[in-house]
């Protein structure tokens, strides 16, 4: 006996979830499929982002900032306290029970929605069938007009460093250590190796990051990068660029992790080793031959600027195809297949998607950087403005970092902009929608911002594009 549907979605993470979701809202019936298990062996919907990725991380990037602050910071205010203690059972506690709220969340959406929420693993077979496989072992065919594929992404293994779910860990096992450990080595000086080093650095770890390639940060603009660069080495944060790691050994309760950085071979005694150094797309047991949809050379899923694959009334959305591995652009993708399919008009607009990086400061940006636009010839204006300046972010005492406006010389359109800083991801969603309706340098100037608030920096920023800033020497 089969199932018969409208849309199939495999893959219950941002991606598919908001795809399923948008799809009943249409009027389509919908089901979701999931496979994910977590550690205590229970199943939940959320994928990566909810469960192991992003809302873990934040809850302890949270916790780890205050803890640090509390520590470092409060004497400033004029508030002592005995040393601030750590609780880090309590701390993964509250991690808990908030992945647990969210991922509740979407089981009560799905209910209202009333899409067909179902835990197993997914197969595309060919005529738009799904063999679902439950975790006991008893299958099911959907049937469904159409299917979307929104399987995600895993972490990248090297060789050179297995993992062993104990002294190597990918980000999920980071996430999960239940004591501080004296000293981490973290492969990748990316996005996810950043901000976890970052948590546990805030904890009391003495953490090493050793990065293969030379820059810091290569997909932020350099001014960004370079102040970023400079904060986390304030903070005690060892990066060691151009260092490629080629052997990791565990002995005696330490990892010996050995690499080079042309100037000769290195080693460095750690308690534990977080591999950070990307993540590939999951297709695993996804696809049957015969279903007719093409990977690439990289094994992402080929699609179209609509998200189409090869074979008809197939779909993909999220990490598993092209483009940058962030929730909210496969979230958006998954909005617009599903209004696609509806007969609706839908687009991503690819060129504006925001990057938020989740460390102390915060660096988020949108749009193109200063040296992509030099590559390209064309001409542009910059702006800056420094925290240092801001009343908000002084009395914050959060006053390092600063925003970086870009504009085209000739139309004064905005092309990028670049925030190091307190609260740059909330900061940057002006930006965003600045840019998504084609907004100039002036049209950021004469909006009204709020004071004290940090907004008032972005604004500063746009001003000086025309050497306008009124809280700046302009220059
Ligand atoms: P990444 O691609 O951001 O960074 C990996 C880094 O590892 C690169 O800088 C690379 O040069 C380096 N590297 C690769 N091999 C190495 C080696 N052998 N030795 C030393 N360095 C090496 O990948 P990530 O940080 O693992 O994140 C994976 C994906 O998840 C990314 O696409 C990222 O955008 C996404 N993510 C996003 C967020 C966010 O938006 N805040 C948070 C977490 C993850």
Known sequence: MSRKYDVVVIGGGPSGYVAAIRAAQNGLRTACIDAWQNRDGSSSFGG????????????????SELYH???????????????????LAK???????????????????????????????????????????????????????HVILATGSTPVELASAPFDGKFIVDSWGALDFDEVPGRIGVIGAGVIGLELGSVWARLGSEVTILEAMDQFLFMADGAIAREAQRQFKRQGLDIRLGARVSAAR????????????????HEIEVDRVIVAVGRRPFTDGLLDPLAGVNLDERGFIEVDDECRTSAPNIW??????????????????????????????????????????YTAPEIAWVGQTEEELKESGRKYKVGTFNFAASGRARAMEQAAGLVKVLADT???????????GPMAGELLAEAVVAMEFEAS???????????????????????????????????
């Open 48 to 63: 990566t982002c909810l469960n192991a990725g992003c809302i873990p991380s934040k809850a302890l990037l949270e916790s």
């Open 69 to 87: 602050r509390a520590r470092h910071e409060f004497a400033s205010h004029g508030i002592v306290l005995e040393p601030a203690r750590l609780d």
């Open 91 to 145: 701390m993964q506690e509250r991690k808990a029970r908030i992945v647990a709220q969210l991922s509740g969340g979407i089981h009560a959406l799905f209910k209202s929605n009333e899409v067909d929420g179902r835990f197993g693993r997914g197969r595309l077979l060919p005529d738009n069938r799904v063999l679902v496989t439950a975790r006991d072992g008893s299958e099911e065919t959907l049937v469904a007009d």
């Open 250 to 265: 565990v002995e005696d309760g330490v990892v010996r992790l050995a690499y080079d950085d042309g100037q000769g071979a």
């Open 316 to 357: 993909a959305v999220g990490d598993v195809v092209r483009g940058p591995m962030l929730a909210h652009k496969g979230s958006e993708e998954g909005v617009m297949v599903a209004d696609l399919i509806a007969g609706r008009h839908a687009e991503v607009n690819y060129s504006v998607i925001p990057s938020i990086i």
């Open 410 to 420: 000739d139309t004064d359109r905005l092309l990028g902009v670049h925030i190091v």
């Open 441 to 475: 340098a002036e049209d950021l100037q004469r909006v009204i911002h709020g004071h004290p608030t940090l907004t008032e920096a972005v604004h500063e920023a746009a001003l000086s594009v025309d050497r306008r800033a009124i809280h700046a020497i302009n220059q």
